[in-house]
C-alpha cells in the first residue's frame, strides 16, 4: 500500500514553513460547526494562507487536529480584542480529525469526537494534511486529478467502491464528462486488470481514445443475430421502433417457436434437445429463448398459414407482417442483424465471448459506437446489449467483472417512463439494482440529470458532478448528497472545465478536484466535430450531395460500403477506414460527412 505522502512525493516531515501561516482563534462553536477569526489584512498576502470558501482550516486539540471546510467567511467588525480593529471570521464544517497530527503515524478520521473549545487556534492546513485527509488506503485507487484546495495533492478514487456501488458523471454539455470518463478508464484498466470495460458510446467518440486496450464495434463488424433477441426486441426491430399492431405481434408469438422447433429439426439432436430443455425452463414459452431460428422457416410458417386463410381480411394481415419481415431483413442497414445469422448454427459463445471480451486476450475493453445503427432499432440493440451482460453474469456467479459505461445515459432510461423502450429501460435498471451482486457495475453519464430516472441515479453511490447550471439538474443532485456535502454545491455553477465535485463511497470526503489532463490523442471527440476546413465552393457540388443521398438511402451497398450510413451516423473511427467508395473521387472524404452528421443541438 501506498500513502498518500509518497504518493503525492511529499516529504512526511514538515520542512521549515516559508512563511508562518497566520493563526485564528476559535470565537464559537456549535454542533460540528465552529466560527474562527483571523486576522484580516495579513489572511489575504499569501496564496496557501488565503482563507476563503471551501478551503480547509486546522483546529488543534490536544493530539488532533480537526479539519473544517469554510463555508462562508466575511470581514467583522465585532472588536474582540484591543488593538485588533479588522478581522475576518470564518464559519467551519468539521469534517473529521487528523489524529496524531504530529507524528508519523498520523492518519485522518472522518466524522467528529473531539470539540473544539473558545480560543483554540486554528491555521490554514497544508498539503501533508490534504493528503491524509483524502488518502484512501487501497490498493487499487484511481489517481484522477489534483485537489482544488491544493494543485500538489492528488485526487484518489477508491475504485472499488466506485465499481461496486456504481457511480454517475453529470454535467451540462462540454464542461468535460466525456473526457473524465475517458481518464477514469484508462485509470481503471490500469488499476484493475480483472476488469472488462463495454462502453455504450452514443456520439461515436471513444474509438479512439483507448489504442489497443479496445476493440471498436459498429453495425461494420458488429455481429448480433436476430435470433439473440427477444421477443419484445425483434417486435421492435421488425416494427421499426413504434409499438406493434396486436394481431401482428400474436402472430409472432405463435410463429416464432415453431420457427425454432423447425431449426432444432434440421440440427440433429444437440440443438433439439437444447431447444427442449429450453421450453421446459421457460415453461413452454419458446419465444423468448436465445436459440436459434432461421428467417426463412418463420416466412414459411407464415406463408403456409396465410395459405389455409379463406377471410381476406386475416390474409392481410399475414401478408403485412410478412412484407414487413422482408423489408427489414433486406435492408442494408440492418446486416449486422441478419447476414448470415445462421451459418454455423448456434454462434452465441462466439458472439458473446467477442462482444464482452472473454477471454479479454489483452484487450479488455469494447467501445460499442452506436451512432451508426438505424435510430429505430438503437435502443433494441441497446436492450439486448445490456440483458446479455447481466444474464451471462448471473449464470456465471459473477466470475467475471464486467463495467458497463452508458453515454447519454438519460435517453435509456428517462425519468418519464413512458418515453423510451421499455425493455432498454429494464435491462438497464436491472444492472443497476441487482448487477453489483454478479458482478456487472454500471457508469452512467449524462448532461440532463434531472431527465434521468431517480432510480437509476440513486443506484449509483459515487457522483461526479461537473458544471451545471440549470436549476432543475442542480436540485436532483441537491436531493442526492448528503446534507453535508450539499454546502460544496453552491460551486457547482463556477465550475471549470474539466473541473468536479466528487461525492460518495468512492471518495474519502467531498471533493473538488481537477481532472488531469488527457493527452489530445486520448481525448474522446466526435468525428463529427472536426469537419471544419472543407472548401464550402468547390466541395460541396451538386454529385458530393447526390452521393451523400445515395449513401442515406442504403445505395452506396454494392460500391463496397458495407453498411450504408444513416442520417444520424457519424462516421467511422480512423483506425478502420470505410473500403473506398467506387465514387471515392466525388470528394467523400469522411472529413466532409461531419458536417453533415451534427445533430441540430450540436451545431455551433
Ligand atoms: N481532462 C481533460 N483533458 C484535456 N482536455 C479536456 C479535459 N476535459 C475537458 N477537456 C476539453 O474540453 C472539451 C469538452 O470536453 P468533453 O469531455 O467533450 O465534454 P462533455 O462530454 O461534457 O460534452 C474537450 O474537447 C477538451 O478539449
Ligand atoms: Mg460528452
Redesign the pocket.
Known amino acids: 500500500m501506498q500513502n498518500a505522502d509518497e504518493r503525492n512525493g511529499i516529504n512526511s516531515g514538515e520542512g521549515p514553513a516559508r512563511h508562518e501561516p497566520p493563526l485564528g482563534r476559535v470565537l464559537s462553536v456549535r454542533g460540528s460547526q465552529a466560527k474562527v477569526e483571523f486576522p484580516a489584512v495579513s489572511a489575504f498576502d499569501l496564496e496557501e494562507a488565503r482563507v476563503t470558501v471551501g478551503k480547509f482550516v486546522g483546529i488543534t486539540a490536544g493530539q488532533s487536529l480537526l479539519v473544517g471546510v469554510v463555508t462562508d467567511v466575511a470581514l467583522t467588525t465585532e472588536v474582540v480584542e484591543a488593538g485588533a480593529s479588522f478581522a475576518a471570521a470564518a464559519h467551519l464544517d468539521i469534517v473529521g480529525e487528523i489524529v496524531d497530527h504530529d507524528k508519523p503515524s498520523a492518519r485522518f478520521r472522518r466524522g467528529v469526537t473531539t470539540y473544539p473549545a473558545i480560543s483554540d487556534t486554528a491555521k490554514p492546513i497544508g498539503s501533508r494534511e490534504l493528503g491524509l485527509v483524502f488518502d484512501i488506503a487501497e490498493s487499487d485507487v484511481l489517481t484522477v486529478?489534483t485537489l482544488h484546495q491544493d494543485g500538489t495533492t492528488g485526487a484518489f478514487v477508491s475504485s472499488n467502491d466506485m465499481l461496486n456501488k456504481h457511480f454517475a458523471v453529470l454535467?451540462?454539455?462540454?464542461?468535460?464528462?466525456?473526457?473524465?470518463?475517458?481518464?477514469m478508464l484508462h485509470e481503471l484498466l490500469r488499476a484493475r486488470q480483472d476488469l472488462r470495460i463495454f462502453m455504450l458510446d452514443a456520439h461515436n467518440?471513444y474509438g479512439h481514445c483507448f489504442g489497443e486496450r479496445a476493440q471498436v464495434l459498429s453495425p461494420r463488424n458488429l455481429k448480433l443475430p436476430f435470433w439473440m433477441f427477444n421477443f419484445e426486441e425483434i417486435v421492435d426491430v421488425f416494427f421499426g421502433g413504434r409499438p406493434g399492431l396486436q394481431e401482428e405481434v400474436d402472430i409472432l408469438a405463435e410463429v416464432i417457436p415453431l420457427a425454432k422447433a423447425a431449426y432444432a429439426q434440421y440440427r440433429g439432436p444437440g440443438e433439439r434437445a437444447l431447444v427442449k430443455r429450453m421450453e421446459i425452463k421457460s415453461g413452454g414459452s419458446a419465444v423468448d429463448n436465445p436459440v436459434p431460428y432461421r428467417i426463412a422457416d418463420l416466412l414459411a410458417q407464415l406463408d403456409a398459414r396465410m395459405g389455409k386463410l379463406e377471410n381476406r381480411a386475416s390474409r392481410m394481415v399475414y401478408h403485412r407482417l410478412i412484407t414487413r419481415i422482408e423489408t427489414i431483413c433486406n435492408d442494408q442497414r440492418y446486416a449486422f442483424m441478419f447476414d448470415n445469422a445462421n451459418v454455423g448454427g448456434d454462434t452465441m459463445a462466439e458472439v458473446f465471448s467477442e462482444i464482452f471480451r472473454l477471454p479479454p486476450r489483452g484487450v479488455p475493453m469494447t467501445v460499442m459506437q452506436l451512432a451508426g445503427f438505424p435510430s429505430e432499432v438503437v435502443d433494441a440493440v441497446v436492450s439486448v446489449l445490456c440483458r446479455l451482460a447481466f444474464d451471462f453474469a448471473l449464470w456465471s456467479d459473477g466470475a467475471a467483472p464486467l463495467l458497463v459505461v452508458c453515454e447519454e445515459a438519460h435517453r435509456y432510461v428517462a425519468a418519464d417512463r413512458n418515453s423510451g423502450f421499455g425493455p432498454t429501460r429494464r435491462s438497464i435498471s436491472r444492472i443497476a439494482k441487482e448487477g453489483r451482486k454478479y458482478g456487472v457495475f454500471l457508469g452512467v453519464?449524462t448532461?440532463r440529470p434531472a431527465e434521468l430516472d431517480p432510480t437509476i441515479l440513486s443506484q449509483c453511490s459515487t457522483l461526479f458532478a461537473?458544471r451545471m447550471t440549470n436549476d432543475r439538474d442542480q436540485a436532483i443532485l441537491r436531493s442526492a448528497v448528503s446534507d453535508a456535502a450539499a454546502n460544496l454545491l453552491a460551486f457547482l455553477p463556477s465550475l471549470a472545465?474539466?473541473e468536479c465535485l466528487a461525492f460518495g463511497e468512492g471518495v474519502a470526503l467531498p471533493m473538488r478536484l481537477r481532472?488531469?489532463?488527457?493527452e489530445?490523442h486520448?481525448?474522446?471527440?466526435s468525428e463529427m466535430?472536426r469537419g471544419s476546413g472543407i472548401d464550402v465552393e468547390n466541395g460541396l457540388g451538386h454529385e458530393f450531395v447526390t452521393a451523400v443521398l445515395d449513401r442515406w438511402r442504403g445505395l452506396s451497398k454494392q460500391d463496397g460500403d458495407p453498411i450504408p450510413l444513416a442520417p444520424r451516423i457519424a462516421p467511422e473511427q480512423p483506425a478502420a477506414p470505410a473500403p473506398a467508395p467506387a465514387r471515392a473521387n466525388l470528394g467523400l472524404d469522411p472529413e466532409r460527412f461531419k458536417l453533415l452528421k451534427k445533430s441540430p443541438a450540436e451545431r455551433p
Do not use: C, D
Not at 481532472?515 to 488527457?518: G, N, S, V, W
Open positions: 486529478g454535467g451540462s454539455t462540454g464542461v468535460g464528462k466525456s473526457s473524465a470518463v475517458a481518464l467518440e453519464v448532461q461537473l472545465t474539466g481532472f488531469r489532463q488527457l489530445p486520448q481525448i474522446p471527440r466535430a
